[in-house]
């Protein structure tokens, strides 16, 4: 279940920043045309995908969104990339839970190992 919730947060992440490099200005300025209706086809999958999290997770990644722009940070050589700060032995070893940085609070991830 944990690897589902997981893989949601990973999704969201990636529409979240997709979006938002759709209403990115210098896009359009460089001539990239957007359509209104793809656009909006992202932002209603978002919404979907948001509902599948559980509520109290959701509201969290909503509120760690509006705060850092990017509610996840993933974890490389035990630091948080969302805020560089050396993690705590103990959170490296609970891999089962949905894990929040200490510091910065948002909600870490493991990279896969390519």
Same mark, same amino acid.
């Given at each position: 279940?944990?690897?589902?919730?997981?893989?949601?947060? !990973?999704?969201?992440?990636?529409?979240?920043?997709?979006? /938002?490099?759709?209403?990115?200005?210098?896009?359009?300025? =460089?001539?990239?045309? =957007?359509?209104?209706? /793809?656009?909006?086809?992202? =932002?209603? !999958?978002?919404?979907?995908?948001?509902?599948?999290?559980?509520?109290?997770?959701?509201?969290?990644?909503?509120?760690? !969104?509006?705060?850092?722009?990017? /509610?996840? /940070?993933?974890?490389?050589?035990?630091?948080?990339?969302?805020?560089?700060?050396?993690?705590?032995?103990?959170?490296?070893?609970?891999?089962?839970?949905?894990?929040?940085?200490?510091?910065?609070?948002?909600?870490?991830?493991?990279?896969?190992?390519?």
């Amino acid at each position: 279940m944990q690897d589902v919730i997981e893989m949601h947060l !990973k999704l969201l992440f990636d529409l979240d920043n997709l979006i /938002a490099d759709m209403e990115e200005p210098s896009y359009k300025k =460089i001539g990239f045309k =957007i359509e209104d209706e /793809a656009s909006l086809e992202l =932002i209603r !999958k978002r919404n979907q995908l948001l509902k599948k999290l559980p509520q109290e997770l959701a509201q969290r990644y909503e509120i760690l !969104k509006k705060r850092y722009r990017q /509610a996840i /940070a993933p974890v490389e050589s035990e630091f948080c990339l969302g805020c560089f700060q050396k993690l705590p032995t103990e959170l490296l070893t609970r891999s089962k839970d949905i894990i929040t940085c200490p510091n910065c609070g948002r909600i870490l991830y493991w990279r896969e190992k390519s």
